[in-house]
Nanobody, 116 residues
């Protein structure tokens, strides 16, 4: 069972930083990759980053490379997204995602707004 809850969003000026968290409050004894997606108004949901269970496999969408850093703490069942040098185009609802045994799990999302 996977239950994802995001937090840490907010309003920040361009060039600022935010740290998002995604906690899995459910119980599972399986390892799983976690990821972040985002969706801006009027746009499709897009991939941002993912991290494997061990943390050894990480992928980033091209536009966030060098600015965003994903990490996880399996003991706390939590994934983090450190976002630096934020740009207005990073404004979106950010969603946590897990795919386990062919089923997709999503959090409710946390809003990130970057003002210019």
């Amino acid at each position: 069972q996977i239950q994802l809850v995001e937090s840490g969003g907010g309003l920040v000026q361009a060039g600022g930083s935010l740290r998002l968290s995604c906690a899995n409050s459910g119980r599972t004894f399986s390892s799983y990759t976690m990821g972040w997606f985002r969706q801006a108004p009027g746009k499709e949901r897009e991939f941002v980053t993912s991290i494997s269970w061990t943390g050894g496999g990480i992928s980033y969408e091209e536009s966030v490379k060098g600015r965003f850093t994903v990490s996880r703490d399996n003991a706390k069942n939590t994934m983090y997204l450190q976002m630096n040098s934020l740009k207005p185009e990073d404004t979106a609802m950010y969603y946590c995602h897990v795919r386990l045994f062919g089923r997709d799990y999503w959090g409710q999302g946390t809003q990130v707004t970057v003002s210019s």
